[in-house]
């Protein structure tokens, strides 16, 4: 069965550091990869997606995501985090035989002024 | 393009009563979803339809949990009889269709079973 994992549930960093959280998925075939976030007390947001090209995408906010194929892998990063940032990180896979999505269980992340 | 729309956004009833969930998905949109989402599991997918036609419903809890859609427009998840372990945020979600096509989410709706 596909899955999604994200290794980092709570991440604490003050503002201005960087932040990478992790994401790997169990599919053996063409996918798609997006991170979402999810702004407390609101609903999921896109922040960016990959579908085929540069492995390198950039989203919303300074956010941008490496794909590594031969790692599973889709990390998310910024190089400088803002209190605002303050939210739930999703990861979502979406296989390339159809509609379904996968979504990893979320990492936290809180930003201290 | 107002997104996707959800009513209620806040639901509390007692346990035994029926609840139903409304969701409008994005006009043009072909697939709709419905996730639940609490500490404990995450976001779980219940259902999704494309073309108005249910695909996979391999999450929904149990008999107790319905989902129609009757037009492309407009969505219910029903809820009878509803239980305090039901209580959590439902959200409907809908997508272009077709691989690799977005999901835009509506705002939730947070159901309390007391």
């Known amino acids: 069965a596909q899955s999604v994992s994200q290794h980092n549930h709570h991440v604490i960093l003050s503002e201005a550091a960087s932040l990478e959280l992790g994401c790997n998925y169990s599919?053996?075939?063409?996918?798609?990869l997006f991170w979402y976030v999810q702004y407390p007390g609101q609903h999921l947001q896109l922040l960016l997606k990959y579908f085929s090209g540069d492995p390198l995408v950039k989203g919303i906010k300074g956010f941008e995501a490496e794909f590594i194929k031969s790692k599973f892998s889709f990390n998310l990063r910024k190089p400088s985090v803002q209190w605002s940032d303050t939210a739930e990180y999703f990861c979502a896979v979406n296989p390339n035989t159809g509609n379904q999505f996968y979504f990893g269980t979320g990492t936290s992340l809180t930003v201290i002024p | 393009d107002a997104g996707v729309i959800q009513s209620p956004r806040h639901e509390v009833t007692e346990m035994g009563q029926e609840v139903t969930l409304r969701c409008k998905p994005i006009?043009?949109?072909?697939?709709l979803f419905w996730y639940r989402q609490t500490m404990m599991r995450g976001l779980e997918l219940l259902i999704y339809?494309?073309?108005?036609?249910?695909?996979?419903d391999s999450g929904m809890p149990e008999d107790r949990f319905s989902a129609k859609m009757p037009n492309a427009s407009f969505s219910t998840l029903k809820i009878q009889p509803s239980e305090p372990r039901d209580s959590a945020v439902y959200f409907c979600a809908s997508s272009r269709g077709g691989v690799g096509s977005p999901l835009h989410f509506g705002n939730g709706t947070r159901l309390t079973v007391t």
């Open positions: 339809f494309n073309n108005n036609v249910p695909i996979d």
């Open positions: 599919y053996g075939g063409t996918v798609n």
């Open positions: 006009s043009g949109h072909n697939s």
